[in-house]
């Protein structure tokens, strides 16, 4: 299971380039940590969800095991209150961080997802400079310290802290993505889609060794 792998100490790394793959190994990766937290007050699963993909999916019903409440217009919780689910805004962003960071030591796990989507959610701030290489800049400043204030908070308690991030390119087999990511992750690993309804998971290495793949059989969403 891959919540066996995940580390406390450092990022751990999900790259894609297939956004439903990752959704789908995502939707996995809650579950078990859901079924593993039998207490009687669980600690919650909290995930900045950037893009609203995943939310999506989970108000449309194709998540069959999962389902979630409005709490106002941008936070979403499970009916057991082991998942919260954050729709950041670029006014709200730095509000969602506070609170998350606030209520880390009630957490079993943060997701962040995702790297692309942040960038997208201060895509008008940039074209609306006279100076985007700047603007860019300052961008990657702040994607680096608010990546680097929660991951701080993660280790010292203990907690998995997920982060997704798009391939940047793909060649002779070789995934690269994110550099901070890269070189801070304690777990770096690409999923996709195989046989139509496994998930293909690759532990990234070093490019000269050899990588290691499993699969993880009929975790691929599917809905009638």
């Not at 993660?154 to 998995?160: G, L």
Request: glycine share 2%; with cysteine.
């Amino acid at each position: 299971m891959i919540s066996e792998i995940l580390g406390n100490r450092g990022f751990n790394t999900l790259v894609y380039d297939d956004a439903y793959a990752k959704i789908c190994l995502i939707a996995s990766i809650i579950s078990e940590f859901q079924n593993q937290n039998h207490e009687v007050n669980p600690k919650k699963i909290v995930y900045l969800d950037l893009d609203a993909a995943f939310t999506a999916y989970v108000k449309a019903g194709l998540i069959p095991s999962m389902e979630m409440r409005k709490v106002d217009n941008n936070i979403y919780q499970s009916e057991s209150n082991a998942l919260k689910v954050y729709l950041p805004s670029e006014d709200m962003f730095d509000v969602f961080i506070v609170d998350i960071i606030k209520s880390i030591n009630e957490c079993s796990l943060i997701i962040f997802d995702s790297v692309n989507s942040f960038y997208n959610l201060f895509y008008d701030r940039i074209i609306n400079s006279p100076n985007n290489i700047l603007k860019i800049g300052n961008l990657n400043q702040l994607l680096y310290f608010i990546l680097m204030l929660i991951l701080k908070h993660t280790s010292e308690c203990d907690i998995p802290f997920l982060v997704t991030s798009m391939v940047r390119y793909k060649r002779k087999e070789v995934v690269t993505t994110n550099r901070l990511l890269s070189k801070k992750s304690s777990l770096n690993f690409y999923v996709k889609i195989k046989n139509l309804n496994d998930l293909s998971v690759t532990i990234l290495s070093d490019p000269k060794e050899n990588q290691k793949s499993f699969i993880m059989k009929d975790k691929v969403l599917r809905w009638t």
